[in-house]
């Protein structure tokens, strides 16, 4: 369980997150919704303390990490997962390297057989077996980010961060991506956060919801209390995101 | 923020990032084949530019001062004169500033782009420290084969002279030899040998600052790049000013 207190971050003059309140429970998927820019992806770097935190608390487990250096966080991040919005492929690797490489790095075991082996479950895993001897470059958007999901998981993560993982992506690729995410969560029951303008995806994987307006947590919630949500600024934003019907249908089925 | 305190705050990271790369000296883990792939990259990478600047630089020099020498009958001395400019003074200036341009402008690229494209970010997320990991394996990298290439550089240097000298001047490679040999001393080689030590780590802690610090996307790696040789350079020939003098100094000549 990730619990987020009053989280404060500006860049100069410019206050991204104004005071954010969030608490992400364990073994769910929790998306966190809003406009592009409004400091969505800024509150994932900041609870893996890649931006300092200025003000507030971050709460991993249990373990209160807002004052940790940059040695004292190497383990908390260990523990977490992350894909990258642009997937951050190590360009001088190769495919199998990149999946390899959190292992070989800081991994439990140098038996190269067992590495290879956990390696290949992944690439398997995301259907991307066949280019392990590939370099980053010579994959498409789509197939890097699944790449990236196999790095992310490879040492079996408690938590797993998503930024932005179906943006630029066509609608088929990024509903495969999706598939993806929800498998992940039901064979690895790990705790997700997915970071997301794309109403689409939120739909498919989420289990809780959080939308981000100004700087602060604006609701919070299950997809009932989504849609169903008064919040003037989230109804505006669901009503400009994604049709109503395809909101409705989807509650339907989920029910 | 005005420009005058962005300077201050960029100076005071840059002496940030040289005590965080001395540090990272001190606990483990240490990296060493990336240490030494780093080596025979920068070694490799810089071996036929380096060589033939100073190749031809001696070649220059003794074409320049042959005149002039020949002039007060002095014409045997220039081999001893190619040799000692060479080590002390061009072989280590000129395999900075090549160096520099070569490796210096390749490390802040990479760098740069690492960090544009979110791969500092992920070795960060992952648990490692990219200081260790990108930084401190290229420094020691560079501490080690930046001499190196100077002393070929002197090598070549006094090779090309050679060559000049008994072609231009008649002097005969055994004679042009000797004289160059002869007239180094100790302190010469030490000279020889530090000032190339300290352009090495002054070069690539210019251009690892450079790379983390890119900012706003390829057109930033561009830039980065560029200041990286600009300010390498310049900190090379100031920094040459400064080390003469501590070790005139140091070794009382």
């Keep these: 369980m990730i619990e987020i207190v009053d989280v404060k971050k500006s860049f100069g003059e410019q206050k991204v997150l104004r005071g954010v309140n969030l608490t992400i429970s364990k073994g769910k998927t929790t998306v966190i919704l809003g406009q592009s820019g409004c400091g969505k992806s800024v509150l994932l770097k900041v609870i893996l303390r890649l931006l300092p935190l200025d003000e507030g608390k971050i709460i991993i487990d249990g373990e209160d990490t807002s004052d940790y250096s940059e040695r004292e966080m190497m383990p908390i991040r260990r523990r977490i997962g992350m894909l990258f919005q642009g997937a951050a492929l190590f360009d001088s690797m190769t495919v199998w390297e990149n999946v390899a490489y959190p292992l070989l790095e800081h991994g439990k075991t140098d038996d190269f057989d067992e590495i290879d082996r956990r390696v290949m479950e992944l690439l398997e895993f995301v259907g991307m077996e066949d280019a392990a001897n590939k370099l980053p470059g010579e994959l498409s958007g789509g197939m890097k980010k699944r790449v990236a999901l196999a790095r992310a998981l490879v040492t079996n993560p408690d938590f797993i961060f998503y930024d932005e993982p179906t943006t630029g992506l066509d609608p088929i690729t990024a509903s495969r991506i999706n598939q993806l995410i929800r498998r992940t969560q039901k064979k690895y029951h790990t705790t997700s956060v997915v970071v997301t303008h794309d109403m689409v995806s939120a739909m498919t994987v989420g289990d809780y919801f959080a939308f981000l307006h100004d700087g602060k947590i604006a609701f919070a919630g299950t997809r009932e209390q989504l849609l169903s949500s008064e919040v003037p600024q989230l109804r505006e934003f669901l009503a400009e995101a994604v049709p109503r019907e395809y909101l409705e249908r989807f509650l339907g089925a989920k029910r | ?253």
């Excluded at chain 2, 009958?73 to 341009?101: C, F, N």
């Excluded at chain 2, 997320?125 to 990298?141: E, N, Q, S």
């Design chain 2, 1 to 253: 923020m005005n420009r005058m305190q962005k300077f201050f705050f960029s100076v005071a990271d840059f002496f940030e990032l040289g005590w965080k790369i001395i540090k990272s000296l001190f606990y483990p883990p240490y990296y060493f084949e990336d240490t030494v792939n780093q080596m025979y990259t920068i070694g490799v990478e810089s071996f036929l530019i380096v060589g033939m600047s100073s190749f031809f630089t001696g070649m220059i020099l003794v074409l320049q001062t042959g005149h002039e020498l020949a002039v007060f009958g002095a014409k045997m001395y220039v081999g001893a004169l190619a040799s000692v400019s060479l080590v002390r003074e061009l072989g280590p200036v000129l395999t900075g500033i090549v160096v520099a341009g070569r490796v210096g402008a390749g490390i802040a690229a990479e760098l740069g782009s690492m960090k544009v494209t979110e791969q500092i970010d992920a070795l960060r997320a992952m648990g490692t420290d990219p200081i260790k990991k990108l930084v401190t394996t290229r420094f020691l990298a560079g501490l080690v084969v930046v001499p190196a290439l100077a002393v070929l550089a002197d090598g070549l240097g006094i090779l090309g002279g050679l060559f000049v000298a008994n072609a231009t001047f008649g002097i005969s490679p055994q004679s042009f030899w000797k004289t160059a040999i002869q007239v180094l001393d100790i302190n010469d080689l030490i000279m020889g040998i530090i000032k190339p030590f300290v352009f090495g780590a002054l070069l690539i802690w210019v251009a690892c600052y450079k790379g983390l610090t890119t900012e706003g996307g390829t057109e930033g790696v561009g830039k980065s790049t560029t200041q990286s040789v600009v300010i390498s350079s310049i900190i090379i020939l100031i920094g040459d000013y400064f080390v003469n003098q501590v070790l005139i100094w140091i070794l009382n000549i």
